[in-house]
C-alpha cells in the first residue's frame, strides 16, 4: 500500500470509526486506524483550532479474529483550554482487542 493511499485509508477508517474484516487480523493497521479515529474525534471537538497529538498510548488487550468487522469507541476523559485527554477501544462484537490512551495539544 502506498503512502498515500494508507493516507487515505486511515483517514476514511478515523471518519466511519470501522475497519472491514479484511484488515482487522493487521496489528498495524488496528493501530493506525485507532490512531486516525482519536484525531478525528479530537478535531471534532475543537473544529476551529489546531489539535495536535502529544501523547499516545496503545495496550493490547487481545487476538483479533480476521473474520469480524473492527468498531472503535472514543471518550472524552478531559478537556481543559490546552488540552484533550481522550481514550478509545477497539472492539469486535463484545471484545475489547485494542485500548488507546491520547493527549491532544489545542492551540
Known amino acids: 500500500?502506498?503512502?498515500?493511499?494508507?493516507?487515505d485509508f486511515l483517514k476514511a477508517a478515523g471518519q466511519a470509526s470501522v475497519?472491514?474484516?479484511?484488515?482487522a487480523s493487521d496489528p498495524l493497521l488496528v493501530a493506525g486506524a485507532m490512531q486516525a479515529v482519536l484525531d478525528h474525534?479530537?478535531?471534532e471537538l475543537k473544529p476551529d483550532a489546531d489539535v495536535?497529538?502529544?501523547?499516545?498510548?496503545?495496550?493490547?488487550?487481545?487476538?483479533?479474529d480476521a473474520s469480524q468487522t473492527m468498531e472503535f469507541e472514543t471518550r472524552?476523559?478531559?478537556?481543559?483550554r490546552?488540552?484533550?485527554?481522550i481514550s478509545g477501544l477497539a472492539k469486535q462484537g463484545e471484545a475489547?482487542?485494542?485500548?488507546?490512551?491520547?493527549?491532544?495539544?489545542i492551540s
Open 52 to 64: 495536535t497529538l502529544t501523547s499516545l498510548t496503545l495496550d493490547t488487550l487481545g487476538q483479533s
Open 76 to 80: 472524552l476523559d478531559r478537556q481543559t
Open 19 to 23: 475497519l472491514e474484516a479484511e484488515y
Open 41 to 43: 474525534a479530537a478535531t
Open 1 to 7: 500500500m502506498q503512502i498515500s493511499a494508507y493516507s
Open 96 to 105: 475489547a482487542v485494542l485500548k488507546a490512551t491520547a493527549i491532544y495539544r
Open 82 to 85: 490546552t488540552l484533550i485527554f
